[in-house]
């Protein structure tokens, strides 16, 4: 069974930085494309940046230079470093996993089929 557990997630101010870790298990997770996402009160879940298999990695352009998705193949750990944090990346952080082995990157969220349950990011001005 997948399972998809964030942590790192906290209140800071703004220009301020934190990483953010998946801890994955019940799949292989070196061969699946991963990603993160997030969701601000009364907005649509949004994808922030993904990662294939291979560690080719995209992201949304609001975000391009300031965040960097990594993996840890090895202890199936997801990573996403943040820096020069706004008010605006406040949010529930989530990661999420694609259904299918050697499936490409995405940041469209119908393409996942795996959650975790998200950790709070807060940023204050």
């Known amino acids: 069974q997948v399972h998809l557990v964030e942590s790192g997630g906290d209140s800071v101010q703004a220009g301020g930085s934190l990483r953010l870790s998946c801890a994955a298990s019940?799949?292989?997770?070196?061969?699946?494309?991963m990603g993160w996402f997030r969701q601000a009160p009364g907005k649509e879940r949004e994808g922030v940046a993904t990662?294939?298999?291979?560690?080719?990695?995209s992201y949304t352009n609001s975000v391009e230079g300031r965040f960097t998705i990594s993996r840890d193949n090895t202890n199936y750990i997801l990573y996403l470093q943040i820096h020069s944090l706004r008010p605006e990346d406040t949010a529930i952080y989530y990661c999420?996993?694609?259904?299918?082995?050697?499936?490409?990157?995405?940041?469209?969220?119908?393409?996942?089929?795996?959650w975790g349950q998200g950790t709070q990011v807060t940023v204050s001005s």
């Open positions: 999420a996993a694609r259904g299918a082995r050697w499936a490409g990157y995405s940041l469209a969220a119908s393409d996942y089929d795996h």
């Open positions: 019940g799949f292989s997770f070196n061969v699946y494309s």
């Open positions: 990662i294939d298999f291979n560690g080719r990695t």
